[in-house]
């Protein structure tokens, strides 16, 4: 037997069930694992072309605005803590492991490999590429 809940105060609908919520819930989560939609037609493809180089060229024009306001840093300015801690260590590692997860997920784009890939592929792939910034020492 379902359980019923009371509505809101004020509302007039009528009570709804454990059932009802358990529904819902499913469909929201059935909905993440659901076959993509179709690619869109021609016609929708100008369009986000344009509304893209639009995004692109919004952002070129903020950035292009701070960049006239940056002042040097007096004193030349470092960016990376001293090589002989153990936060500059890391840091040194993390510039370093980089340009790996990134050629990766290049080589995932470039050869159009995320087509044959499931959620369980994802996840694998996200968290081998993370596992070395939790256990580097």
């Known amino acids: 037997m379902a359980s019923k809940a009371a509505p809101p105060s004020g509302s007039t609908s009528s009570p709804f069930t454990i059932a009802d919520a358990a529904r819902a819930a499913w469909s929201c989560v059935s909905d993440v694992f659901s076959p993509s939609p179709p690619p869109p037609s021609k016609d929708d493809t100008a369009d986000i072309t344009v509304v893209m180089t639009l995004i692109l060229l919004g952002q070129l024009a903020v950035l292009s605005v701070v960049f006239v306001f940056l002042t040097p840093a007096k004193g030349g300015g470092r960016w990376l803590p001293p090589a002989d801690t153990d936060k500059g ?9 980089s340009p790996v997860w990134m050629g990766v997920f290049a080589v995932i784009i470039a050869g159009q490999l995320y087509e044959t890939f499931t959620a369980h592929t994802y996840m694998l ?11 580097y020492p």
């Open 125 to 135: 792939v996200c968290t081998t590429l993370c596992l070395p910034l939790f256990f």
């Open 89 to 97: 260590a890391y840091e040194r590692f993390v510039l370093a492991y």
